[in-house]
């Protein structure tokens, strides 16, 4: 069964706080990405990583930095967290080549006070 | 203009009924295209892909592309409460593995 595991499911952060999301992957798949979820919005791509140390901006990558020292691992981190982070953070993982298929972690519920 | 677009909804279908969902995307370079839905509080889940011009049909669920007309949608038959959840539109970006989605249509289907 793949899987896809954020490490916090909601985390409460206080403004200016340096906040780490982790998410790890058990499929061996070379890209991951992050995205946050906004209502009326969407899931907006933030960053993106094809390879070990390799990282992609997306959409909206303002306010955000993101390291993926092993394949398995990517993390999102917000360097000065503010109010306007407050989101749905949604991480997922695709294996590349033909299989397309995108599977997501189970979420994280940021609230930035 | 969106890279992917979707009509926000709701829709509103009644059981039995046939909903049909749709999407536009912007970059003629695009070669896959799925549709998730996402279940309140829930992350989304992989309901169709297709990869060609025409029909792909799996169980109630229909996806239909037109890559002239940078069009892909979602028939969904016999539409059953459960049914009731935003879909989502995705599409892979300029040939890669980067992944767009569209902002999600709420379809509510009542008894």
């Known amino acids: 069964d793949v899987k896809v595991t954020q490490s916090s499911r909601y985390l409460v952060k206080r403004t200016g706080e340096k906040v780490f999301l982790e998410c790890v992957q058990d499929?061996?798949?070379?890209?991951m990405f992050w995205y946050r979820q906004d209502p009326g919005l969407g899931l907006r791509l933030i960053y993106f990583s094809y390879d070990v140390k390799m990282k992609e901006k997306g959409d909206i990558p303002e306010g955000y930095s993101v390291s993926r020292e092993k394949k398995e691992r990517f993390s999102l981190i917000l360097e000065s967290a503010s109010t306007n982070q407050t989101s749905m953070y949604l991480c997922a993982s695709i294996g590349g080549g033909m299989n397309t298929e995108a599977f997501f972690g189970q979420g994280t519920r940021l609230t930035v006070v | 203009q969106k890279e992917v677009e979707q009509n926000s909804g709701p829709l509103s279908v009644p059981e039995g009924a046939i909903a049909s969902l749709n999407c536009t995307y912007s970059?003629?370079?695009?070669?896959?295209f799925f549709w998730y839905r996402q279940y309140s509080g829930k992350s989304p889940e992989l309901i169709m892909s297709i990869y060609s011009n025409g029909d792909k049909e799996d169980g109630r669920f229909t996806a239909q592309l037109n890559k002239a007309s940078q069009y892909v949608s979602l028939l969904i038959r016999d539409s059953q409460p459960s049914d009731s959840a935003t879909y989502l539109c995705a599409v892979n970006s300029g040939g890669t593995d980067k992944l767009i989605f569209g902002t999600g249509t709420r379809l509510q289907v009542f008894p």
């Open positions: 970059d003629r370079v695009s070669q896959s």
């Open positions: 499929m061996d798949h070379e890209n």
